[in-house]
C-alpha cells in the first residue's frame, strides 16, 4: 500500500513533458479510431496513471478517461474529500466520483456523441468492470487494446533518468547500510525502509526468505513514478560470491538488442562454481513490468533497446530448494550497462 | 543454463497440529458453504491488493501479481501463482498441498487442473476483479463450466475469527502498539510528515510487519482527511493524526490515534472528548447479534447530541469503522449497513470525520465480538497524544 511521499514538482518533470505524454496517447488513440482511451489501475498496480498525471492511487482502484482531443478525467471511488490532495499532487483537474465504474463513465460521456471507447491493456482489465462499462454505454462500440501507456513508459525521458538516478544513491546508501555485518535479516529490511522512505521512496514492497541463516531479500522501490528492483542474498555457503561475479560477466555483455543466450553465456563459467544439482536463470525485466516483478512481459528473448532501464536478475535455486537471487538496476546504454543499484 | 520455471519446488510441509487444525477447521465451513450452494469447488483470485482469501486457503504470504487457490468440493487444495518464487512457500506452509506457476493471461495450469477434476460450477472469490485475460482463458478452456461469485460466501466465511486467529491478532496488536510509540516517538516541529512514516515502517518491520496501511494528516483545523504523506513541515500547535495498520502473519491491525506538537489547544482536547465520547458509545453497544448500523448509530448520535450531525455525512467522512482480518477494509461499519456482527467478528470502530472545532480528528480500536459485548486488541492509552511526552521520556 502506497504510504511514502507523493508530491507533484515541476522542477522534476516539466508541465510540458507532462502535457507530451497525454498527446503522444492521443496520437495513438487517433490513429486507431478511438474516440476515449479507459484506463483502468489500483493500488498494487498504478503506473499507466501515474505516469500520465502523477496520480497515486493509494487505495482502491480508478480510471483514467482520456479523449482523443481535450483533457483527462479521473472517474475514482474514492471520496470528494480527498479531490484536493489528488488536485494538489497531479495534473488533473477534473475528477468525479461515483460507487460504480458504469455509470461514471456513462455519465462522463453523457454529452459526448457516441464513438468507440478503447480499453487500454485490456487483458489486465477486471473482466466484470469491462462488462459493466459496455452495458452502461450500450450506443458506444468497444474495443480491446494493448498496452500504449506500458509500452512507452519502457522507455524513460532524460528527466525521469535523473530521478532514476536519484533515486538508485538512496538505495545504494540504504543498501550499504542493510548490508553491514552482524545484523539481522528484519534490521535490514528496517535499514532500508528507514532510509529509502527518508530519501523520498512513495513505495517499498519486500519478499523475505530465511532459510537457516540463509536470507534472501528482494524489493522493488518507486520514487516518484520510477521504480529501482534490488535483491540480495546473505549467508555463508562458500559458493555464494559466484553470483556476483556471473552477474558482472552478465551486465558485460549486456548491449541493446544483444541476444539474451550471449549474456548467459557469458555468466555460465562463473556458474561453474555452483553446487551440483543447483539450477541458475538469467533474466532481464523492463522497468515498466518491475512494480509486478516481470510477470506482464515475462522473459524477453532479445536484449533491451538502447536507453531502457533494466533490471538483470540472476536467481539460484541449490540442491535442497533454497533460493539465492542477486539483482540489479541498470540503464542499457550504447556500448554497454550504467549500473545504478551497484 | 536450465529453465527455472520446469523446477518442482523443493519443499515439504511442516504443518503443526493447531494448523492442521485450523485448515481443517476453514475447509469445514466452505465446504458447507459450496454444499450450500451448489459449488463444486471455490476458486479464490487474488491480485496483489487482494489476496485475503488466497491467504485463507493457503496461510502463505505471496508475492505474484496474480494467485489462486482452489478448494474443490472434495480433494486437497492447490494454488497457483503468476510468480515462481511463491512455489516453495505455498507448499512448504502445508496449507496446500501443490502450487503451480501460471502466466498472464493464459493460466493453462488451472485451467488444466479445474478440467482434470471435473468441475461443472465453481464459485470465483473476486470473481468481480478477474483480469479478462484469466477469464477468456478459463471460459474457453473450459467450456459448459459455470463460473459464480463466491465472494459474499468467503467474506462471510472469513468475519467469525477463531481462536487460533484471535492469536495471530493479538500479536499483530503488538506490533501496532509500537507503531503508535514509533510515530510519538519521532514526532517533533521541523521534520516533514514522510520522515514520520519512514520512522514508524523501519520500527515495525524491524518487529516482523509485511505490511502496512497508513495514512496521515498534519495542521490545524483545516485539514479535511487523511491521504499518503507530503513534504509539508510539522508545526508547533499542529495536530497530527493517523490510521496506523501493520499486517503480521497476514493479519492486518488497525489503531487510530492523533496527537499534538507541544501541548494541546483547548479545541484539540474538546475534539477529542467528542471522539472519545463518540468511540466509546460505538463500543457500548457492540454484542452478538447488533448490526454495523446499530454500532454507526451510537457513534453518530454522539454528534448529533452535540448538534454536530452533519459532520457524520458522506461529505465529511467515510464510514464509522470496518472489519479487520485478513483484509483491512471489510464490510463497513455504516449507518443502514444492516450486517449482523457475530461473536468472532473484527472491527474498528473510528468515528473519524471533520468538525469545526479542530478539523479532522481520528481515533477509534480494532475489538473483538465477545459473548457478552467486545474487547479491544491493542493497549494503546485512549487519549489525546502530546509530543511534549516524548521529550519528557
Given amino acids: 500500500m502506497k504510504r511514502g511521499l507523493v508530491v507533484l514538482d515541476h522542477d522534476e518533470v516539466s508541465v510540458d513533458e507532462w502535457s507530451g505524454r497525454i498527446a503522444a496517447l492521443q496520437a495513438d488513440l487517433r490513429a486507431q479510431g478511438v474516440d476515449l482511451a479507459l484506463i483502468y489501475n489500483d493500488v498494487s498496480r498504478g503506473d499507466d496513471i501515474g505516469y500520465l498525471t502523477n496520480l497515486v492511487i493509494y487505495w482502491n482502484e480508478g480510471v483514467l478517461a482520456v479523449p482523443a482531443e481535450g483533457e483527462a478525467t479521473l472517474l475514482t471511488k474514492l471520496s470528494k474529500r480527498v479531490f484536493p490532495w489528488m488536485q494538489r499532487t497531479s495534473n488533473l483537474s477534473d475528477i468525479r466520483s461515483g460507487r460504480a465504474f458504469g455509470a461514471l463513465v456513462s455519465a462522463h460521456v453523457a454529452d459526448r456523441p457516441a464513438g468507440t471507447i478503447g480499453f487500454v491493456d485490456a487483458e489486465l482489465w477486471p473482466a466484470g468492470v469491462v462488462r459493466e462499462i459496455e452495458a452502461a454505454v450500450p450506443e458506444w462500440r468497444t474495443k480491446l487494446l494493448g498496452p500504449l501507456v506500458r509500452d512507452r513508459r519502457a522507455l524513460p525521458s532524460e528527466a525521469e533518468l535523473s530521478l532514476l538516478r536519484t533515486g538508485a544513491g538512496i538505495l545504494r546508501d540504504a543498501l550499504a547500510a542493510a548490508t553491514a555485518d552482524g545484523l539481522g535479516a528484519r534490521d535490514r529490511i528496517a535499514a532500508i525502509e528507514d532510509i529509502a522512505r527518508r530519501g523520498g521512496f512513495a513505495d517499498l514492497l519486500f519478499r523475505m526468505a530465511d532459510d537457516d541463516g540463509h536470507v534472501t531479500f528482494e524489493a522493488a522501490g518507486q520514487y516518484r513514478n520510477g521504480w529501482l528492483l534490488i535483491a540480495r542474498t546473505f549467508g555463508d555457503e562458500p559458493w555464494l560470491p559466484a553470483l556476483a561475479d556471473a552477474q558482472r560477466a552478465a551486465l558485460g555483455a549486456v548491449r541493446p538488442g544483444v541476444e539474451w543466450s550471449a549474456v548467459e553465456a557469458s555468466a555460465a563459467s562463473a556458474l561453474d562454481a555452483l553446487p551440483p544439482g543447483s539450477v541458475s536463470t538469467l533474466r532481464w525485466i523492463s522497468q515498466a513490468d518491475f512494480a509486478t516483478g516481470g510477470e506482464l512481459q515475462p522473459a524477453p528473448e532479445t536484449g533491451p533497446a538502447e536507453g531502457e532501464v533494466i533490471a538483470v536478475v540472476l536467481e539460484v535455486v541449490d540442491p535442497r530448494g533454497i533460493r539465492s537471487v542477486l539483482t540489479d538496476t541498470v540503464l542499457v546504454a550504447r556500448d554497454g550497462v550504467e549500473p545504478l543499484t551497484i | 543454463m536450465t529453465d527455472v520455471t520446469t523446477l518442482t519446488p523443493g519443499a515439504t510441509s511442516t504443518l503443526e ?377
Fill in chain 2, 17 to 393: 497440529p493447531a494448523d492442521a487444525a485450523e485448515r481443517a477447521l476453514r475447509h469445514r465451513k466452505l465446504r458447507a458453504a459450496m454444499a450450500d450452494q451448489g459449488l463444486d469447488a471455490i476458486l479464490a483470485y487474488a491480485p496483489a491488493w487482494r489476496r485475503e482469501n488466497v491467504r485463507y486457503l493457503t496461510d502463505t504470504s505471496v508475492g505474484g501479481t496474480a494467485t489462486f487457490a482452489l478448494l474443490p468440493l472434495d480433494g486437497p487444495a492447490t494454488a497457483y501463482s503468476t510468480r515462481l518464487s511463491d512455489l516453495a512457500p505455498l507448499v512448504r506452509t502445508g496449507w496446500v498441498d501443490d502450487a503451480r506457476l501460471i502466466a498472464l493471461p493464459g493460466a493453462d495450469a488451472l485451467v488444466d487442473a479445474v478440467a482434470d477434476l471435473g468441475l461443472r460450477r465453481i464459485g470465483v472469490g473476486h470473481l468481480e476483479l478477474l483480469p479478462l485475460g484469466f477469464d477468456r482463458a478459463i471460459r474457453e478452456g473450459m467450456p459448459g463450466v459455470e463460473l459464480v461469485s463466491a465472494t459474499k460466501l468467503l467474506d462471510e466465511a472469513r468475519m467469525v475469527k477463531s481462536e487460533w486467529e484471535l492469536e495471530r491478532m493479538r500479536t499483530a496488536a503488538a506490533v501496532s502498539d509500537a507503531a503508535w510509540n514509533a510515530f510519538v516517538e519521532v514526532l517533533e516541529p521541523g521534520i516533514t510528515e514522510y520522515d514520520i512514516v519512514a520512522g514508524v515502517e523501519a520500527e515495525i518491520k524491524r518487529l516482523g510487519a509485511e505490511d502496512n496501511f497508513m495514512l496521515i494528516a498534519s495542521g490545524k483545523d483545516e485539514v479535511l482527511g487523511m491521504t499518503p504523506p507530503s513534504r509539508r513541515v510539522i508545526q508547533p500547535g499542529d495536530m497530527v493524526r493517523t490510521e496506523l495498520t501493520p499486517q503480521t502473519g497476514g493479519y492486518w491491525l488497525q489503531i487510530c490515534r492523533s496527537v499534538t506538537v507541544g501541548p494541546p489547544s483547548a479545541e484539540q482536547q474538546r475534539s477529542f472528548e467528542l471522539f472519545r465520547e463518540a468511540a466509546d458509545a460505538g463500543f457500548a453497544v457492540v454484542k452478538p447479534g447488533v448490526t454495523a448500523h446499530e454500532v454507526a448509530v451510537a457513534e453518530n448520535d454522539v454528534f448529533r447530541k452535540h448538534g454536530l450531525g452533519e459532520y457524520c455525512s458522506d461529505q465529511w467522512t467515510r464510514v464509522r469503522g470496518h472489519g479487520v482480518g485478513l483484509h483491512l477494509d471489510e464490510t463497513p461499519i455504516i449507518e443502514g449497513n444492516h450486517t449482523v456482527l457475530p461473536e468472532g467478528a473484527t472491527f474498528i470502530i473510528h468515528p473519524n470525520t471533520f468538525t469545526p472545532i479542530a478539523g479532522y480528528h481520528v481515533f477509534g480500536d480494532q475489538v473483538v465480538v465477545t459473548a457478552t459485548g467486545a474487547e479491544y486488541f491493542v493497549s494503546t492509552e485512549r487519549r489525546l497524544f502530546s509530543s511534549d511526552e516524548r521529550s519528557r521520556r
